[in-house]
């Protein structure tokens, strides 16, 4: 069972995401938050997978809780955490990621998105894959600093190259072993080594030195 936390400072959409939570085999909410310093709360006493986290709150907001929490904990375990925006606060999502959230989900995402967002945080995966959350990874990568050193790519061999672009592009292992006519499991290698030889944590840092890079 996937144990998930909601923060947002407003009950209402609190109350709509514990509903869907609520309503599948493989989740329960144990716990709700109204603000930041609450999130951080309510997570230490619950000890949940995932922490849904909005990004603007009162007092502590998203970005600085989601820095705490993910502060205390080894990279790779839980709780993880998904920022929850709107396309008015995409500001913050480049923010979040550097201090460590999994992913980040717009508030108005379907039923099944969001479903599936939180199985994948909760399984140890980021979640970089769905269109909108590609256009905004790379709409605050082409407005942020490109890198000046890309010497680390020379590290890269063609085909990882390749795959570092794909990934880049929102695609998942699986249609990446189909554009490329490999094995998923020889993609989940690949993504491996570029992510140990390029020093990056996860995938979604993976997409944004790609376009900081000039790769994609």
Do not use: C, W
């Not at 989740?27 to 938050?33: D, I, Q, R, S, W």
């Not at 939180?118 to 590609?134: M, Q």
């Not at 795959?163 to 695609?171: S, T």
């Amino acid at each position: 069972m996937i144990r998930v936390v909601i923060a947002d400072d407003q009950a209402l959409v609190r109350a709509g995401f514990h509903m869907i939570l609520d309503g599948t085999d493989d989740m329960t909410v144990v716990g709700e938050a109204g603000d930041g310093l609450e999130a951080l709360t309510v997570a230490a006493e619950t000890r949940p997978d995932v922490v849904l986290m909005d990004v603007r709150m009162p007092g502590i907001d998203g970005i600085e809780a989601t820095r705490r929490l993910r502060a205390a904990h080894p990279p790779d375990e839980p709780p993880h955490v998904i920022i929850l925006t709107t396309f008015d606060l995409d500001e913050y999502v480049y923010a979040g990621l550097h201090v460590g959230a999994a992913g980040f989900l717009l508030k108005d995402s379907l039923d099944g998105e969001l479903l599936q967002a939180v199985r994948a945080v909760a399984g140890g995966h980021n979640v970089a894959a769905p269109t909108v959350t590609r256009r905004l990874v790379q709409h605050f990568v082409s407005t942020g600093p490109r890198i000046a050193d890309t010497t680390s790519l020379n590290a890269l061999t063609a085909r990882e190259r390749d795959v570092l672009k794909l990934i880049a592009e929102g695609l998942s292992n699986q249609e990446i072993a189909g554009r490329l006519v490999i094995t998923e499991g020889t993609v989940k290698t690949h993504v491996s080594r570029i992510l140990a030889k390029l020093g990056l944590r996860d995938r979604i840092h993976a997409v944004i030195y790609a376009y900081q890079s000039g790769i994609a």
